[in-house]
T-cell receptor, first 114, second 114 residues
Framework: DSGVTQTPKHLITATGQRVTLRCSPR?????VYWYQQSLDQGLQFLIHYYNGEERAKGNILERFSAQQFPDLHSELNLSSLELGDSALYFC?????????????FGDGTRLSIL | AQSVTQLDSQVPVFEEAPVELRCNYSSSVSVYLFWYVQYPNQGLQLLLKYLSGSTLVKGINGFEAEFNKSQTSFHLRKPSVHISDTAEYFCAVSRMDSSYKLIFGSGTRLLVRP
Protein backbone atom coordinates (compact mmCIF):
# COMPACT_ATOMS: atom_id res chain seq x y z
CA ASP A 1 0.00 0.00 0.00
CA SER A 2 1.60 3.25 -1.20
CA GLY A 3 -0.56 5.46 0.99
CA VAL A 4 -1.87 7.34 -2.05
CA THR A 5 -5.62 6.98 -2.55
CA GLN A 6 -7.37 7.53 -5.85
CA THR A 7 -11.12 7.51 -6.40
CA PRO A 8 -13.01 6.22 -8.21
CA LYS A 9 -11.15 3.11 -9.40
CA HIS A 10 -13.23 2.86 -12.53
CA LEU A 11 -15.24 5.43 -14.42
CA ILE A 12 -17.37 4.81 -17.48
CA THR A 13 -18.94 7.74 -19.25
CA ALA A 14 -19.85 9.05 -22.68
CA THR A 15 -18.26 11.47 -25.10
CA GLY A 16 -18.86 15.12 -24.33
CA GLN A 17 -19.22 14.54 -20.59
CA ARG A 18 -17.16 15.90 -17.71
CA VAL A 19 -15.57 13.89 -14.89
CA THR A 20 -13.53 14.58 -11.77
CA LEU A 21 -10.80 12.30 -10.52
CA ARG A 22 -9.70 12.59 -6.92
CA CYS A 23 -6.36 11.94 -5.25
CA SER A 24 -5.39 11.92 -1.60
CA PRO A 25 -1.61 12.03 -1.16
CA ARG A 26 0.40 10.22 1.48
CA UNK A 27 0.23 11.85 4.87
CA UNK A 28 2.66 14.77 4.96
CA UNK A 29 3.40 14.83 1.22
CA UNK A 30 3.10 18.29 -0.30
CA UNK A 31 3.64 17.43 -3.95
CA VAL A 32 1.01 15.82 -6.17
CA TYR A 33 1.70 14.70 -9.73
CA TRP A 34 -0.80 13.48 -12.33
CA TYR A 35 0.10 11.05 -15.11
CA GLN A 36 -1.85 9.49 -17.95
CA GLN A 37 -1.15 5.94 -19.13
CA SER A 38 -2.51 4.90 -22.51
CA LEU A 39 -1.61 2.19 -24.99
CA ASP A 40 -0.47 4.61 -27.69
CA GLN A 41 1.19 7.32 -25.58
CA GLY A 42 2.55 5.28 -22.67
CA LEU A 43 3.03 7.07 -19.34
CA GLN A 44 2.84 10.84 -19.78
CA PHE A 45 3.25 13.57 -17.18
CA LEU A 46 0.27 15.91 -17.01
CA ILE A 47 0.70 18.37 -14.16
CA HIS A 48 2.43 18.92 -10.79
CA TYR A 49 1.16 20.81 -7.77
CA TYR A 50 3.15 21.70 -4.69
CA ASN A 51 1.35 22.89 -1.57
CA GLY A 52 -1.56 24.25 -3.55
CA GLU A 53 0.40 25.91 -6.34
CA GLU A 54 0.93 24.69 -9.88
CA ARG A 55 4.62 23.86 -10.32
CA ALA A 56 4.88 22.32 -13.78
CA LYS A 57 2.73 21.38 -16.75
CA GLY A 58 3.25 18.64 -19.28
CA ASN A 59 1.26 17.82 -22.39
CA ILE A 60 -2.04 18.47 -20.66
CA LEU A 61 -4.96 19.30 -22.91
CA GLU A 62 -6.82 22.58 -22.43
CA ARG A 63 -9.95 20.51 -21.71
CA PHE A 64 -8.17 19.17 -18.62
CA SER A 65 -7.56 21.11 -15.44
CA ALA A 66 -6.41 20.33 -11.93
CA GLN A 67 -6.14 21.88 -8.53
CA GLN A 68 -4.76 21.09 -5.10
CA PHE A 69 -6.81 22.05 -2.09
CA PRO A 70 -5.69 23.35 1.34
CA ASP A 71 -5.95 19.83 2.78
CA LEU A 72 -3.52 18.79 -0.02
CA HIS A 73 -5.88 16.48 -1.87
CA SER A 74 -6.01 17.07 -5.59
CA GLU A 75 -8.62 16.79 -8.31
CA LEU A 76 -8.16 16.34 -12.04
CA ASN A 77 -11.09 17.61 -14.10
CA LEU A 78 -11.59 16.28 -17.62
CA SER A 79 -14.24 17.93 -19.78
CA SER A 80 -15.69 17.53 -23.28
CA LEU A 81 -14.46 13.97 -23.17
CA GLU A 82 -13.38 12.22 -26.35
CA LEU A 83 -12.82 8.55 -27.08
CA GLY A 84 -9.08 9.15 -27.03
CA ASP A 85 -9.23 10.23 -23.39
CA SER A 86 -9.80 6.63 -22.36
CA ALA A 87 -6.79 5.78 -20.23
CA LEU A 88 -5.49 4.99 -16.78
CA TYR A 89 -4.89 8.16 -14.78
CA PHE A 90 -2.35 7.98 -11.97
CA CYS A 91 -1.69 10.30 -9.12
CA UNK A 92 1.65 10.29 -7.32
CA UNK A 93 2.85 12.16 -4.27
CA UNK A 94 6.21 13.02 -2.79
CA UNK A 95 7.46 14.86 0.24
CA UNK A 96 8.50 18.01 -1.55
CA UNK A 97 10.12 19.20 -4.73
CA UNK A 98 13.46 17.51 -4.20
CA UNK A 99 14.15 14.76 -6.68
CA UNK A 100 15.73 12.55 -4.05
CA UNK A 101 12.29 11.99 -2.58
CA UNK A 102 10.69 9.38 -4.82
CA UNK A 103 7.15 9.60 -6.06
CA UNK A 104 4.64 7.13 -4.64
CA PHE A 105 1.82 6.12 -6.94
CA GLY A 106 -1.82 5.36 -6.34
CA ASP A 107 -3.57 2.44 -8.05
CA GLY A 108 -5.05 4.73 -10.67
CA THR A 109 -8.47 5.56 -12.06
CA ARG A 110 -9.41 3.70 -15.23
CA LEU A 111 -11.49 5.99 -17.43
CA SER A 112 -13.50 4.44 -20.25
CA ILE A 113 -15.28 6.65 -22.75
CA LEU A 114 -18.10 5.02 -24.67
CA ALA B 1 14.55 17.77 -23.29
CA GLN B 2 14.91 14.36 -21.74
CA SER B 3 14.02 11.00 -23.22
CA VAL B 4 14.15 7.40 -22.07
CA THR B 5 14.50 4.38 -24.33
CA GLN B 6 13.65 0.85 -23.37
CA LEU B 7 14.53 -1.12 -26.45
CA ASP B 8 12.93 -4.40 -25.39
CA SER B 9 9.15 -4.36 -25.27
CA GLN B 10 9.05 -7.90 -23.92
CA VAL B 11 11.66 -10.16 -22.33
CA PRO B 12 10.77 -13.84 -21.85
CA VAL B 13 12.94 -15.77 -19.42
CA PHE B 14 12.78 -19.07 -17.56
CA GLU B 15 12.38 -19.18 -13.81
CA GLU B 16 15.68 -19.00 -11.86
CA ALA B 17 17.54 -17.59 -14.88
CA PRO B 18 19.24 -14.18 -14.75
CA VAL B 19 17.71 -11.21 -16.53
CA GLU B 20 18.75 -7.76 -17.68
CA LEU B 21 16.29 -5.08 -18.73
CA ARG B 22 17.91 -2.31 -20.73
CA CYS B 23 17.39 1.42 -20.31
CA ASN B 24 19.14 4.29 -22.07
CA TYR B 25 18.43 7.94 -21.50
CA SER B 26 19.20 11.25 -23.14
CA SER B 27 19.51 14.52 -21.28
CA SER B 28 21.50 17.73 -21.54
CA VAL B 29 21.37 18.22 -17.77
CA SER B 30 21.86 16.01 -14.74
CA VAL B 31 19.04 13.67 -13.93
CA TYR B 32 17.97 11.23 -11.29
CA LEU B 33 17.18 7.69 -12.47
CA PHE B 34 14.50 5.29 -11.35
CA TRP B 35 13.05 1.86 -12.05
CA TYR B 36 9.39 1.22 -11.29
CA VAL B 37 7.41 -2.03 -11.54
CA GLN B 38 3.73 -2.30 -12.40
CA TYR B 39 1.84 -5.48 -11.58
CA PRO B 40 -1.51 -6.10 -13.32
CA ASN B 41 -4.25 -3.72 -12.20
CA GLN B 42 -1.94 -1.93 -9.81
CA GLY B 43 -0.05 1.32 -9.64
CA LEU B 44 3.67 1.76 -10.03
CA GLN B 45 5.98 0.64 -7.25
CA LEU B 46 9.50 1.99 -6.86
CA LEU B 47 12.16 -0.70 -7.30
CA LEU B 48 15.26 1.44 -6.94
CA LYS B 49 16.72 4.87 -7.61
CA TYR B 50 20.06 6.43 -8.49
CA LEU B 51 20.71 9.90 -7.15
CA SER B 52 24.50 10.08 -6.82
CA GLY B 53 27.46 8.18 -5.44
CA SER B 54 28.01 4.48 -6.07
CA THR B 55 26.96 3.54 -9.58
CA LEU B 56 25.59 0.17 -8.46
CA VAL B 57 22.32 0.51 -6.63
CA LYS B 58 20.33 -2.22 -4.97
CA GLY B 59 16.58 -2.24 -4.72
CA ILE B 60 13.74 -4.34 -3.49
CA ASN B 61 13.00 -7.93 -4.46
CA GLY B 62 16.65 -8.68 -5.29
CA PHE B 63 16.91 -6.22 -8.18
CA GLU B 64 19.91 -4.03 -8.81
CA ALA B 65 20.88 -1.50 -11.47
CA GLU B 66 24.10 0.07 -12.65
CA PHE B 67 24.43 3.66 -13.76
CA ASN B 68 26.85 4.19 -16.64
CA LYS B 69 27.32 7.87 -17.38
CA SER B 70 29.47 7.43 -20.48
CA GLN B 71 26.91 5.12 -22.07
CA THR B 72 23.94 6.99 -20.56
CA SER B 73 22.49 3.69 -19.44
CA PHE B 74 20.77 2.40 -16.34
CA HIS B 75 20.18 -1.32 -16.89
CA LEU B 76 18.20 -3.38 -14.39
CA ARG B 77 19.39 -6.85 -13.40
CA LYS B 78 18.35 -9.78 -11.27
CA PRO B 79 20.51 -12.90 -10.90
CA SER B 80 17.60 -15.32 -10.53
CA VAL B 81 14.00 -14.47 -11.40
CA HIS B 82 10.81 -15.89 -9.96
CA ILE B 83 7.39 -16.38 -11.49
CA SER B 84 6.15 -13.53 -9.31
CA ASP B 85 8.53 -11.11 -11.07
CA THR B 86 6.27 -11.22 -14.14
CA ALA B 87 5.22 -7.59 -14.56
CA GLU B 88 5.82 -4.41 -16.57
CA TYR B 89 9.01 -2.54 -15.72
CA PHE B 90 9.48 1.17 -16.38
CA CYS B 91 12.69 3.15 -16.41
CA ALA B 92 12.28 6.85 -15.64
CA VAL B 93 14.35 10.00 -15.26
CA SER B 94 13.68 13.24 -13.48
CA ARG B 95 15.49 16.44 -14.28
CA MET B 96 17.10 18.28 -11.41
CA ASP B 97 14.90 21.34 -11.60
CA SER B 98 11.99 22.76 -9.68
CA SER B 99 9.53 20.02 -10.52
CA TYR B 100 11.29 16.66 -10.79
CA LYS B 101 8.48 15.31 -12.93
CA LEU B 102 9.15 11.80 -14.21
CA ILE B 103 9.82 11.03 -17.86
CA PHE B 104 9.11 7.36 -18.50
CA GLY B 105 10.32 4.85 -21.02
CA SER B 106 7.81 2.77 -22.93
CA GLY B 107 8.16 -0.15 -20.54
CA THR B 108 9.44 -3.72 -20.76
CA ARG B 109 7.19 -6.64 -20.03
CA LEU B 110 9.10 -9.34 -18.15
CA LEU B 111 7.51 -12.74 -18.69
CA VAL B 112 8.89 -15.46 -16.42
CA ARG B 113 8.11 -19.00 -17.50
CA PRO B 114 8.32 -22.15 -15.34
Amino acid sequence: DSGVTQTPKHLITATGQRVTLRCSPRSGDLSVYWYQQSLDQGLQFLIHYYNGEERAKGNILERFSAQQFPDLHSELNLSSLELGDSALYFCASSGGTDGDQPQHFGDGTRLSIL
Amino acid sequence: AQSVTQLDSQVPVFEEAPVELRCNYSSSVSVYLFWYVQYPNQGLQLLLKYLSGSTLVKGINGFEAEFNKSQTSFHLRKPSVHISDTAEYFCAVSRMDSSYKLIFGSGTRLLVRP
